[in-house]
């Protein structure tokens, strides 16, 4: 059996399959799993892979929730003996002390394997995301801008940020010491490898520059050879993933890569809880192109989801039936957010709705693609919809519009094409250019 490559936890599904699909684009074969809880299949089909991950809510959870949560995984990453392990996070590194906290992620590490090394890579240059001197740089519409000046994530609903030197960020979450292996250390003649094994053997947490393609290959090959030396743990971005795969593939002879086109599809249904403004100003383009929008209530999804979802499906077969391409929101504009209620029980009681409301549709052959837009609430319609896995069908370089598959034998979700974008991701078109597909592009 060929040992793998690389086994990761996603913080949230949209982002697990990112990376994913970063993994994937190299030709590498890779699966995503929603839970952790079915050990022995998991392990059984690694056996066939180059890539396991598992698809996460952490980001959306307090500590207490995230112990539970992401404990299990790390026992599966340690089961599943990859090369390299990781903790996926946004490259927005969105995260606080009592959400989706970083910080307690790397101490649940230590605690599960005493001095692992905890190198820390968010930088994804491809995404506009580049790490200098520990500061973490954003790309927002034509400015590169600090985090906490880029207005999306400084004002986040959630998390918002407003430290962009990701040590000082960090020490707020954990009682782990900080260090850095920066650019100037990169010039040296051992390319900074001294600074990041001393960083390890003195058990600090360790940021990792890199603001171009180049940068990202050597801070990989710095991370991939500590973890050939010790337990590591890379807390990092999908710029690490690609990177990785175009490191390990250059020597491993002929890979079919992923297909970068994918056809339209007859009728597409958009989910999206996200609150961001990109993705408000991506269903304007959509209703502009004819799209049909309907609001979705977070406080009806509250009371009462399993009706709601009733309803929602006889609306969108409606809709579909006017050969409309349909797009449910719970958000258009500030003043439909909700206010005063817990952002983890509207994205669960939300995500329930998708769930639910995808099962109607799917038993009715009404659906073929679906778009989960905001990833909170995708990670929660992922993880009830009851499908055991998904795997990549297209890789979309030019918005991150992956097209992915389910994996569930014997349900109607079997083959169900999904699409799953996080809150900054995309084009104004992004959904039309899901519902179009990419060949016309």
């Known amino acids: ?29 890779g699966r995503l799993f929603f839970t952790s809880n079915h050990r022995e299949t998991i392990l059984d089909m690694a056996s066939q892979l180059d890539v396991v991950g ?39 590194f969105d995260s606080s002390p009592s ?14 394997c005493p001095g692992c090394a905890l190198p820390v890579l968010p930088a994804t240059p491809a995404f506009g995301r580049y790490t200098a001197f520990s500061h973490l740089f954003t790309r927002y519409g034509d400015e590169i801008c600090r985090l906490d000046q880029n207005p999306a994530m400084a004002h986040h ?40 094994a001393s960083a390890a053997d003195a058990e600090r947490f360790v940021v990792l520059d890199a603001t171009h393609t180049d940068e990202m290959s050597h801070a990989a ?36 890569p992923l297909p970068t086109t994918y056809p339209g599809a007859n009728r597409l249904l958009v989910l999206s809880g996200s609150c961001s403004p990109q993705t408000r100003s991506q269903l304007a383009h959509f209703e502009a192109q004819g799209g049909h929008i309907l609001a979705v209530s977070p406080e009806e999804a509250l009371r009462a989801p399993a009706a709601l979802a009733q309803r929602l499906a006889h609306e969108v077969t409606g809709a ?6 349909v797009a449910l929101a719970t958000t258009r504009c500030d003043a439909d957010l909700a206010v005063g209620l817990s952002a983890d029980r509207l994205a669960l009681a939300v995500g329930e709705v ?33 499908a055991d896995a998904l795997e990549l069908v297209a890789f979309d370089e030019a918005q991150g519009g992956h097209l992915c598959r389910l994996i569930a034998p014997g349900s109607p979700l079997e083959g169900l094409e999904i699409v799953l974008k996080g809150g900054q991701i995309g084009g104004e078109d992004f959904f039309t250019r899901v519902k179009c597909g990419t060949q016309v592009n």
């Open 320 to 325: 579909f039936a006017s050969n409309q391409a």
């Open 54 to 92: 598992l698809a996460g809510t952490a980001r959306g959870l307090a500590p207490p929730a995230m112990t539970q949560e992401v404990s299990p995984a790390l026992d599966l990453l340690d089961a599943l003996n990859p090369r390299l392990k990781q903790f996926k996070i946004c490259s927005t």
């Open 354 to 386: 998708y769930a639910l409301l995808t099962h109607h549709l799917r038993r009715g052959d009404s659906i073929q693609r679906i778009v989960f837009a905001g990833g909170d609430t995708s990670s929660h319609a992922m993880r009830q919809l009851g």
């Open 157 to 196: 609903p959630s998390t918002p940020m407003t430290e962009s030197d990701l040590r000082c960020h960090l020490m707020a979450q954990t009682a782990i010491a900080p260090a850095a292996v920066t650019l100037l250390d990169y010039r040296q003649p051992d390319g900074g490898w001294q600074r990041l």
């Open 1 to 29: 059996m060929q040992r793998l490559l690389a086994a990761f936890y996603g913080d949230d599904f949209t982002g697990s399959t990112e990376n994913l699909a970063q993994f994937s684009r190299h030709g590498l074969r």
């Open 99 to 112: 959400l989706g906290s970083i910080g307690h992620v790397m101490d649940l590490a230590r605690r599960h």
């Open 221 to 256: 090959e710095l991370i991939l050879k500590l973890a050939e030396q010790r337990p590591t743990l890379a807390v990092a971005a999908q710029g690490l993933a690609d990177a990785l795969g175009r490191l390990v593939t250059r020597n491993m002879g002929q890979r079919k």
